[in-house]
């Protein structure tokens, strides 16, 4: 089974073996920081763990990510801490992990950087997702479950010609 996440508090993550496909956004919950009584969103990692702990993933696939252009400090902070929370998670889980930038898994689908380009790939592979994948928001998880195809084609060592021809 290969596990693919696109990372960040509203990323999403793939499971994909098998007979088995699950895509779903990374789960959050609402936690209190500082004294006064805001909150804010966090990576619900005792969730995910739950999810993850007793399935026999072979590997994980993370999107490799980077610092934007234009982004403010404290969203960067949080979309980093976030990154390495799930990295934390899966080496904790003692699994073995592969980066790949977006550049790589989109190039092999043949796709640009357009949110709606991964979508509709993701769509054209997994007709059944369609509902999983029709609103804009739903990106992260066209992502994730694109990183995961890719993963898997890799660890197979089916060429990216060979994607088609075994998605069709």
């Known amino acids: ?4 996440f696109d990372p960040g508090l509203t990323g999403a993550f793939a499971l994909m073996g098998e007979g088995t496909l699950l895509v779903d956004d990374l789960p959050v919950h609402q936690a209190q920081h500082g004294r006064s009584a805001k909150t804010r969103a966090e990576l619900d990692l005792h969730s995910l763990r739950e999810e993850l702990w007793y399935r026999k993933i072979e590997h994980v696939f993370m999107e490799r990510v980077a610092a934007r252009p234009g982004q403010g400090v404290t969203s960067m902070f949080r979309f980093g801490e976030a990154c390495g ?3 934390g998670l899966v080496i904790g889980l003692g699994l073995s992990v592969t980066f790949v930038t977006p550049q790589q898994w989109q190039k092999h689908h043949c796709i640009g950087p357009s949110p709606d380009a991964a979508r509709q790939r993701a769509v054209q592979l997994y007709p059944g997702m369609g509902t999983m994948l029709n609103r804009k928001k739903d990106q992260h998880r066209a992502d994730a479950l694109l990183l995961a195809c890719y993963g898997r084609f890799t660890l197979s060592g ?3 010609g060979k994607l088609v021809a075994a998605a069709e």
């Open 85 to 87: 929370a799930l990295y």
């Open 1 to 4: 089974m290969i596990l693919a």
């Open 158 to 160: 089916l060429s990216a």
